[in-house]
């Protein structure tokens, strides 16, 4: 196997053929996995977000379908190097770029959103799971370079 490219066939790193990488730590965000309708918070359909397990469990996969026809995606995994959870979002409108770990019981990722005007904003997302199954995602970001925030929460229901 390999031939000109030796490499091949290789276990360079250590982590043994086929063999996930896939650790408790990489579990820790396993409660946002389903096929979700979300809900703002005074009980107005947002939309539909589906959440699912890819890469031999080291990636979770985002696909965000809005009740008025917005779209989105996101790549989110556990970086072992920082031994941080990261999500890259990326929609018609805006970039997001969040990492950070699980905090009293939430996943809390902080960073920066970009919006369409091209301003970086600071930006915080909350997932909070709730006894009942259904996940809190609460949002907020800042428009004041942190002197504020404007909150954007929503309710995911199974």
Not at 85 to 104: D, F, K, N, P, T
């Amino acid at each position: 196997m390999g031939g000109d490219r030796p490499w091949l066939g290789r276990d360079p790193i250590g982590l043994g053929a086929g063999e996930p990488l896939r650790q408790r730590c990489h579990r820790a965000f396993d409660f946002w996995v389903g096929d979700w309708e979300v809900f703002l918070a005074d009980g107005r359909r947002a939309g539909e977000n589906r959440i699912s397990v890819r890469e031999g469990g080291c990636l979770l996969l985002e696909e965000w379908k809005g009740a008025a026809g917005s779209t989105g995606t996101s790549m989110n995994y556990y970086d072992p190097m920082s031994r941080r959870w990261v999500q890259v979002w990326m929609g018609a409108g805006s970039l997001i770029r969040i990492s950070g770990v699980v905090v009293e019981g939430s996943m809390s990722l902080v960073g920066e959103i970009v919006v369409r005007s091209h301003a970086t904003l600071p930006f915080r997302g909350t997932w909070t799971p709730m006894k009942d199954g259904r996940v809190r995602q609460f949002f907020e970001h800042s428009e004041d370079g942190g002197e504020s925030s404007v909150v954007r929460g929503t309710l995911c229901e199974a």
